[in-house]
């Protein structure tokens, strides 16, 4: 890989050549300790707002006496309406849930370019922090709710792919067993921050009032944003050059059939993403009024469940790790798209849990223990299906393309929840237990396809390279 003097006049962004050598943070780059803590505390304020969102939607800004005062809402809700039909307050929160988690991982791809052609990712980076702060003040204020959702979705735009392709940057191309462990560590850092946001933010949220809990997440972007200035000198140096922005080499025919079979990988995993979103929408909405969310402390928040998920998350990283690092050194590790694979099947699992936890509830409650556990598998599932994902987008994106590409790999994300927000609009039209069974089918359809195609798919990839 080039240095930053030998590529002023190359047509791809200068990025300073990875230290194979540096293994000071848990045997990787130090580099990763600073990313993975941004993006920890990113993911704090990002899960704490979340949490709190639908619920916020569904139950007070859009009932009468509030959605009046909220800018722009009613041009909103008239176009959606124009399309849908009329939308109750539920109906109205899961669509607008959905085209915001999907906008948010839809602006990556123009984050990357501009991170690509214009700005570099270490400054895109920067001003996607600073949106992101100003977005979740904002979201304190009902009147400037829709702005609040704005500013989070440019923000995020301009932070989530360049994070990741800079953790693909800090290894050798060849040494793809230690960058799938990095993203694996990478993952663990947005889990812990997931964990603690729900509890955090809607702990307040519950004592003090709504948008004490949304301030809470202002204020832990900005920690995100201190973290990461704080580490620039350990990250990978990609600035764009002025030839850049005059003409950037074509692809060749072989980048372009990369391309191509990334996009077919895309495709199939958005099928779990419907599932596994699913339950951080409809899931607290139906946990909030179906779940025995009693004990002898006080009443649980539903918000708290997403936090089940990210918990079971961290705690499962150190033995996959191990399983992965032992498969590697017999030469069987799995291939990316098989681990995609699994994660689609144990996500279809999950949400038959919740189907079975629906059928027992009936009209009334039932054990939360059941949507715990179902909270818990999708935890494990996300493992298993996004950082090899990342891994396999970082590793066999062309060089000139890689953070435009990392960028493109959230959209499946943005499909897969502009989809699940349409979804949850038919909770209110059909029993839960079918509604949960419904999104079950979705993930084992994506399951499928990985399994099934997978193989050839991986073969294809890692003869990309080779091909005239």
Same mark, same amino acid.
């Given at each position: 890989?080039?240095?930053?003097?030998?590529?002023?006049?190359?047509?791809?962004?200068?990025?300073?050549?990875?230290?194979?050598?540096?293994?000071?943070?848990?045997?990787?780059?130090?580099?990763?300790?600073?990313?993975?803590?941004?993006?920890?505390?990113?993911?704090?304020?990002?899960?704490?707002?979340?949490?709190?969102?639908?619920?916020?939607?569904?139950?007070?800004?859009?009932?009468?006496?509030?959605?009046?005062?909220?800018?722009?809402?009613?041009?909103?809700?008239?176009?959606?309406?124009?399309?849908?039909?009329?939308?109750?307050?539920?109906?109205?929160?899961?669509?607008?849930?959905?085209?915001?988690?999907?906008?948010?991982?839809?602006?990556?791809?123009?984050?990357?370019?501009?991170?690509?052609?214009?700005?570099?990712?270490?400054?895109?980076?920067?001003?996607?922090?600073?949106?992101?702060?100003?977005?979740?003040?904002?979201?304190?204020?009902?009147?400037?709710?829709?702005?609040?959702?704005?500013?989070?979705?440019?923000?995020?735009?301009?932070?989530?792919?360049?994070?990741?392709?800079?953790?693909?940057?800090?290894?050798?191309?060849?040494?793809?067993?230690?960058?799938?462990?990095?993203?694996?560590?990478?993952?663990?850092?947005?889990?812990?921050?997931?964990?603690?946001?729900?509890?955090?933010?809607?702990?307040?949220?519950?004592?003090?009032?709504?948008?004490?809990?949304?301030?809470?997440?202002?204020?832990?972007?900005?920690?995100?944003?201190?973290?990461?200035?704080?580490?620039?000198?350990?990250?990978?140096?990609?600035?764009?050059?002025?030839?850049?922005?005059?003409?950037?080499?074509?692809?060749?025919?072989?980048?372009?059939?990369?391309?191509?079979?990334?996009?077919?990988?895309?495709?199939?995993?958005?099928?779990?993403?419907?599932?596994?979103?699913?339950?951080?929408?409809?899931?607290?909405?139906?946990?909030?009024?179906?779940?025995?969310?009693?004990?002898?402390?006080?009443?649980?928040?539903?918000?708290?469940?997403?936090?089940?998920?990210?918990?079971?998350?961290?705690?499962?990283?150190?033995?996959?790790?191990?399983?992965?690092?032992?498969?590697?050194?017999?030469?069987?590790?799995?291939?990316?798209?098989?681990?995609? %694979?699994?994660?689609?099947? !144990?996500?279809?699992?999950?949400?038959? /849990?919740? =189907? $079975?936890? +629906?059928? #027992?509830? &009936?009209?009334?409650?039932?054990?939360?223990?059941?949507?715990?556990?179902?909270?818990?598998?999708?935890?494990?599932?996300?493992?298993?299906?996004?950082?090899?994902?990342?891994?396999?987008?970082?590793?066999?994106?062309?060089?000139?393309?890689?953070?435009?590409?990392?960028?493109?790999?959230?959209?499946?994300?943005?499909?897969?929840?502009?989809?699940?927000?349409?979804?949850?609009?038919?909770?209110?039209?059909?029993?839960? %237990?079918?509604?949960?069974? !419904?999104?079950?089918?979705?993930?084992? /359809?994506? =399951? $499928?396809? +990985?399994? #099934?195609? &997978?193989?050839?798919?991986?073969?294809?990839?890692?003869?990309?390279?080779?091909?005239?």
């Amino acid at each position: 890989m080039a240095t930053r003097a030998e590529t002023i006049s190359d047509p791809a962004p200068s990025i300073t050549a990875p230290t194979a050598t540096d293994r000071s943070f848990l045997g990787h780059p130090k580099g990763l300790a600073y990313l993975a803590f941004t993006e920890a505390w990113e993911r704090f304020s990002y899960y704490g707002m979340t949490a709190l969102v639908v619920l916020y939607m569904a139950q007070q800004l859009f009932q009468p006496g509030h959605v009046e005062h909220v800018a722009g809402l009613a041009v909103y809700r008239g176009a959606l309406e124009a399309v849908l039909g009329p939308l109750s307050p539920q109906a109205l929160a899961s669509q607008t849930f959905g085209f915001y988690s999907g906008l948010v991982y839809f602006t990556p791809v123009l984050g990357g370019w501009v991170a690509d052609r214009l700005l570099g990712a270490k400054r895109t980076v920067v001003i996607g922090a600073l949106l992101m702060s100003a977005g979740h003040f904002a979201m304190t204020f009902d009147q400037s709710f829709l702005l609040a959702l704005l500013l989070l979705i440019l923000g995020s735009g301009c932070l989530k792919g360049n994070i990741s392709a800079q953790i693909g940057h800090l290894y050798p191309a060849d040494d793809e067993s230690r960058r799938t462990r990095a993203f694996t560590i990478f993952s663990m850092a947005i889990n812990i921050g997931a964990v603690l946001g729900p509890l955090v933010c809607a702990g307040l949220a519950q004592a003090y009032g709504w948008h004490v809990g949304f301030g809470t997440a202002g204020v832990l972007m900005l920690l995100a944003t201190i973290t990461y200035l704080a580490g620039q000198r350990y990250l990978p140096d990609q600035r764009p050059r002025r030839r850049d922005r005059v003409a950037a080499a074509p692809l060749t025919a072989a980048e372009w059939r990369t391309v191509l079979l990334l996009v077919v990988v895309m495709g199939i995993t958005v099928f779990q993403t419907i599932t596994y979103f699913q339950f951080f929408n409809v899931g607290l909405v139906w946990i909030d009024s179906h779940a025995d969310l009693a004990t002898p402390l006080g009443h649980i928040p539903a918000p708290w469940f997403n936090s089940v998920d990210a918990f079971f998350s961290v705690i499962a990283v150190p033995p996959l790790i191990w399983l992965w690092a032992r498969e590697a050194r017999r030469g069987r590790e799995s291939s990316d798209l098989t681990k995609i %694979g699994i994660g689609a099947v !144990l996500a279809s699992i999950s949400a038959a /849990i919740m =189907a $079975l936890a +629906a059928m #027992l509830a &009936g009209a009334g409650t039932t054990s939360a223990l059941i949507p715990f556990a179902a909270f818990a598998m999708i935890g494990v599932a996300f493992l298993y299906y996004w950082p090899p994902y990342l891994a396999l987008m970082s590793r066999a994106a062309p060089p000139s393309v890689n953070a435009t590409m990392m960028g493109c790999a959230y959209l499946s994300l943005f499909i897969g929840n502009i989809i699940m927000g349409w979804v949850g609009t038919l909770y209110e039209t059909m029993p839960p %237990g079918a509604f949960w069974m !419904l999104n079950a089918g979705i993930s084992m /359809i994506g =399951a $499928l396809l +990985a399994l #099934l195609f &997978g193989p050839a798919l991986a073969r294809r990839l890692a003869s990309g390279s080779s091909q005239p």
